[in-house]
């Protein structure tokens, strides 16, 4: 892998956790949800999320 390409992963990763910082601002701004059950169902959703994916990836092809 190239180091322009590296850098430009770097910067779109970046530029990812940053829009995601500014979504779950606005989302608790916006809702009566308190920081701590907002980051609980977060957490709990990716893991979810993570898990079937998981589940995909390490299933055999039937057939």
Do not use: H, Q, W
């Amino acid at each position: 892998m190239s180091y322009l390409c590296l850098a430009l992963l770097t910067l779109l990763t970046m530029i990812a956790f940053a829009g995601n910082s500014v979504l779950c601002r606005i989302a608790l701004k916006e809702t009566p949800i308190d920081p701590a059950t907002f980051t609980s169902i977060r957490l709990i959703s990716g893991a979810m999320a993570c898990g079937r994916g998981s589940a995909r990836t390490n299933s055999k092809p039937s057939g």
